[in-house]
Every structure is written in structure tokens, then in C-alpha cells.
């Protein structure tokens, strides 16, 4: 049985992308820092013996390293690693604080190197092992009042396609989605009137949900994609 490890799950994607490794019968660690209500919330609504709750702030690299020590102490070494957390913001960067930027940093990239460079320890030792990062067609093509959040998810692309050259030679493939609108709390703060137009501007007709990135990524974690990395696979409905 593989071990799974999905970062920032107590709600949202991550809680998606947990289920449905718990539904294939994975060992599962879900993931919050602040939420942690909505993380206890979501250990119980599983009630499953595969799953196991850690709370962390995983843009500390010394937090990191105590998840996944309390990771491998309940299931063994990580298999599986899902890079899912992330904070946003929306506003002119001239109007940003030095510590929103960083945070921003912090969070989306920071945490993707924490984590990674923890888990590909174990990984290398094993010849074997897979990290799909969760990230933003944003960090494709950039966004205006999202300069920050773009830069960090470009980072995260360009990481991907980075260290899936460095890995693949011990059999570790990393990939990462870029998604498009999704309709998590995340996107909450927009008006009726701006999802409506946001739909119309995508081809599909419909923003994405949870279930879908979750899709994607077990497809990705599985052997049946085991020739797929250093892939930045958009999951956008056409929109970019």
C-alpha cells in the first residue's frame, strides 16, 4: 500500500485530491496549519483508518521535516507527494506590503521546495516516487492584480520541469496541473456577475471543480502515466 502526503487538504482541492487516493485504498495525510477545524472536520467525515491528520505550517522547512517525520512514523515513507497548498491575492502590486509578497512566496513556492526536498530523500533511496505540484495557468501566462501570485506559481512550473530532468534517472516523476478557474473558496470572493462572465470566456462553458484536479492528479500518480514528466498540464476547459 503507498503512502500519499497532500499539503494545505482540509478543504478545497486538497480535500478533492484525498479522497480520491482513500477511495483506491492509499494511505492518505491530509494537511492544514490555520484551518485546523475544518481539518479535524474533514478526519472525521472520511473515517477511514488511512487517513491521518497533521497540522504544520509547510512554508517552515522545520515543520516540514516534523510532518513528515510524523508522516512516516504512522505509514512509512512518503510515495506520494502532492504540493497543493497556496494562498492568493488579489490587488495592484504597487499597493503591496513587502510581507504580503513574501508571504505569498512563502507559501506557494516556499513550500513546494520544503516539501520536496524532504520527501525526494527517502524517494531517492527507493528508486521510486512521484510529486505532483498544484499550480495556476497564471503561472503560464501571468495575471494583472495577481503579479505576485503569478510569479510564485511560474516558479513552481519551472521548478517542475527542473528537477522532473534531476529525478528521473532514480525513477521519480514530477509534474505539475496548472488550473484554471475552479470553483473552491478560494474563488469565493467574486460576484455572480464576474462568474458569469468568466464562464462565458471559457470554451467549455464551466469552471472546474475539485473532483476534476483530483482526476488528473491520481491519473498522473498512477503507473498508467509512469512515461509523463516535467509536464505543466493546463486543466483550464480551453480558457488559456
Not at 510524523?70 to 505509514?75: N, P, S, T
Not at 478560494?186 to 469552471?207: A, D, H, R, W
Request: proline share 1%.
Amino acid at each position: 500500500m503507498k503512502n500519499v502526503l497532500v499539503t494545505g487538504s482540509s478543504r478545497g482541492i486538497g480535500k478533492s485530491i484525498a479522497k480520491k487516493f482513500l477511495e483506491y485504498n492509499f494511505n492518505v495525510c491530509i494537511n492544514a496549519y490555520k484551518s485546523v477545524a475544518e481539518l479535524n472536520s474533514t478526519l472525521n467525515e472520511f473515517q477511514s483508518e488511512n487517513v491521518y491528520a497533521i497540522k504544520a505550517d509547510v512554508s517552515d522547512y522545520a515543520q516540514c521535516l516534523h510532518m513528515f517525520e510524523k508522516a512516516e512514523k504512522k505509514f512509512g515513507s512518503v510515495d506520494i507527494l502532492i504540493n497543493n497548498a497556496g494562498v492568493s491575492h488579489i490587488g495592484l502590486f504597487n499597493e503591496m506590503q513587502p510581507n504580503q509578497w513574501q508571504r505569498i512566496m512563502d507559501i506557494n513556492f516556499g513550500s513546494v521546495l520544503n516539501c520536496s526536498h524532504i520527501a525526494i530523500q527517502s524517494m531517492i533511496k527507493k528508486h521510486s516516487g512521484v510529486i505532483i505540484n498544484v499550480s495556476s495557468v497564471w503561472g503560464v501566462v501571468g495575471a494583472s492584480c495577481e503579479s505576485v501570485y503569478s510569479a510564485s506559481k511560474g516558479a513552481v512550473n519551472l521548478f517542475t520541469k527542473s528537477l522532473a530532468k534531476e529525478l528521473a534517472p532514480s525513477n521519480i516523476r514530477v509534474n505539475a496541473i496548472a488550473c484554471g478557474m475552479v470553483d473552491t473558496k478560494m474563488n469565493s470572493n467574486l460576484t455572480v456577475q464576474e462568474k458569469f462572465e468568466l464562464q462565458n470566456e471559457i470554451p467549455i462553458g464551466y469552471f472546474a471543480n475539485g473532483k476534476d484536479v483530483a482526476e488528473l492528479t491520481y491519473f498522473l500518480a498512477s503507473d498508467v502515466a509512469s512515461y509523463i514528466t516535467g509536464q505543466v498540464i493546463n486543466l483550464d476547459g480551453g480558457w488559456i
